[in-house]
């Protein structure tokens, strides 16, 4: 009878030993995924399809948006603009050679030139100061937008006209 009694006891031990662990791995998962951390913002690019976005890094320094960008659309560009739009900033789901103005400051932009498709490049946009609600960020300080590439195509494809086509949303943590 008391064998009976030791083994109920240490099933009961096992069954809820074994959720408690369950539960405490999803709890840590959360916390570095920074669903728990309230502000823990990752520093992350989603690029769209056909494009590249990626090693994003803000730093709190110099104010300076470092990523690697490029296209695989099967299209050489003649020129290329990288552009962020963060967040807040009114851009009506398009952007128009109109829309780049000396009253919107909400902007950044960085010139690469000829992009062929398949290639990449790492650029820097100044991004400290651009927003006249926040003029810096301090470490640990996050700022979230959409990085756009402005190009026109190389002939025989290209007419001279600019294009805009969003190369995907970032999430910047300044470091």
């Known amino acids: ?3 009976l009694r030791l083994q109920s006891a240490m099933e009961y031990l096992m069954t809820y030993g074994w959720a408690i662990l369950i539960i405490a791995i999803v709890m840590v998962a959360l916390y570095f995924l920074g669903i ?4 823990n913002v990752s520093t992350a690019c989603l690029a769209q399809p056909g494009y590249i976005c990626g090693n994003p890094a803000f730093s709190s320094v110099t104010g300076n948006l470092i990523v690697t960008v490029g296209q695989n659309t099967g299209v050489n560009w003649a020129s290329a603009n990288v552009i962020f739009v963060p967040n807040g900033e ?3 789901g398009i952007l128009t050679p109109s829309y780049f103005t000396a009253a ?5 932009f960085n010139a690469i030139g000829m992009f062929a498709t398949g290639q990449e490049a790492t650029i820097i946009l100044p991004i400290n100061g651009m927003v006249t609600s926040k003029p810096y960020y301090p470490v640990g300080s996050s700022i979230a937008g959409v990085l756009w590439f402005e190009y026109t195509q190389a002939p025989p494809a290209g007419n001279g006209q600019n294009l805009f086509v969003e190369i995907g949303a970032v999430n910047l943590k300044a470091s």
Do not use: D, R, V
Not at 36 to 39: A, I, K, T, Y
Not at 104 to 108: C, K, L
């Open 36 to 39: 728990l951390g309230g502000n």
């Open 104 to 108: 919107n400051t909400g902007i950044a």
């Open 90 to 92: 009114l851009t009506y």
């Open 1 to 3: 009878m008391k064998q």
